[in-house]
């Protein structure tokens, strides 16, 4: 079992930026894939960033550029830093463990899901 516990999300003017982390318990980040994902109102949860191979990181289109997923072993922790801001990035942030290293964007791959955190872009 992995636990995940997001947190720094809030509200934000477009352009902002804002640092999520996700802090794992039970194992470590290093043995899992770690991803993030979002869910806008209305719409359905869609990948955002994680790691491939070793420390290797992907991207949606829509926040390359713009968001780096990065992780501090030593604490068990995922980031994502979240730059530029736009008001369509407005949406709940998940924090996911895939312990088989499957398809990367797939919601399915996933296992393990943090309570989500709630990021609000305002124009």
């Known amino acids: 079992q992995v636990q995940l516990v997001e947190s720094g999300g809030g509200l934000v003017q477009a352009g902002g930026s804002l640092r999520l982390s996700c802090a794992a318990s039970?194992?470590?980040?290093?043995?899992?894939?770690m991803g993030w994902f979002r869910q806008a109102p209305g719409k359905e949860r869609e990948f955002v960033a994680s790691f491939t191979v070793k420390t290797m990181t992907y991207y949606a289109d829509s926040v390359k550029g713009r968001f780096t997923i990065s992780r501090d072993n030593a604490k068990n922790t995922v980031y994502l830093q979240m730059n530029s801001l736009k008001p369509e990035d407005t949406a709940v942030y998940y924090c996911a463990a895939d312990p088989r290293w499957s398809i990367v964007t797939r919601i399915e791959s996933y296992d393990y899901w943090g309570q989500g955190t709630q990021v609000t872009v305002s124009s």
């Open positions: 039970g194992s470590t980040i290093s043995s899992v894939r």
